[in-house]
Structures are given as C-alpha cells and as structure tokens.
Nanobody, 118 residues
C-alpha cells in the first residue's frame, strides 16, 4: 500500500508564491510518475496541474505553464510544486498523485487547500 502526505497549502495574496510538498511511503513498484491535480470547486472533477515521470520528464497544464514548477527527489520519494504569480483562479484543493505498477494504479493524497485572495 502506498501513502501520500501533502503539506504546504494555505492562504496567499494574488501574485504571491507557495510551495507544496508530497511525501510518498510504502511499497512503490515500477513508478510511472508523480504529480499534482486540483479540484477548484465541489462537484468538479480533478484536473491535471503537473506531473513528473520517473525519468524526469514534466508535463504542465496550459493554465500554469511559466508560473508553476514541478520537481522530484526519487531517493526520498518526494515531489514538490513551486507555485508563483498565483491568481485567484488557482484557488483549489491540490492533490498529490502517484502512478505505479504494470496496471498503472493511481494513488492519491488527502489534499491540501490553496486559497489565493487579497
């Protein structure tokens, strides 16, 4: 079983920065990628923010390109999301994601709230 624990959410003013961290633990076999998704409103689906593959390739949602940076530490099973130039529309619950195994199982953290407001 894989556990993911996020940290670093909070309240920030528009234009500000925030860094999210996610620690993965448990039996991680054949890691595909780690990343971040967000849910901007109750009832809406989770949308991709950014992922980083086990080989270091990254993929970003168009809405965050140039403002967010994802990075990872494979040795520590950590993934980070540096968020800059934050906008009110970035307000959401951010979820850490890990995909692993031949069957590409998805694991999720409990989520961390990010609120961008003056």
């Amino acid at each position: 079983q894989v556990q993911l624990v996020e940290s670093g959410g909070g309240l920030v003013q528009p234009g500000g920065s925030l860094r999210l961290s996610c620690a993965a633990s448990g039996s991680i076999y054949m890691l595909n990628h780690m990343g971040w998704y967000r849910r901007q409103a109750p009832g809406k689906g989770r949308e991709l923010v950014a992922i980083i593959t086990s080989s270091g390739s990254t993929n970003y949602a168009d809405s965050v390109k140039g403002r967010f940076t994802i990075s990872g530490d494979n040795a520590k099973n950590m993934v980070y999301l540096q968020m800059g130039s934050l906008k009110p529309e970035d307000t959401a619950v951010y979820y850490c994601n890990l995909q692993a195994g031949v069957a590409k199982w998805d694991y999720w953290g409990q989520g961390t709230q990010v609120t961008v407001s003056s």
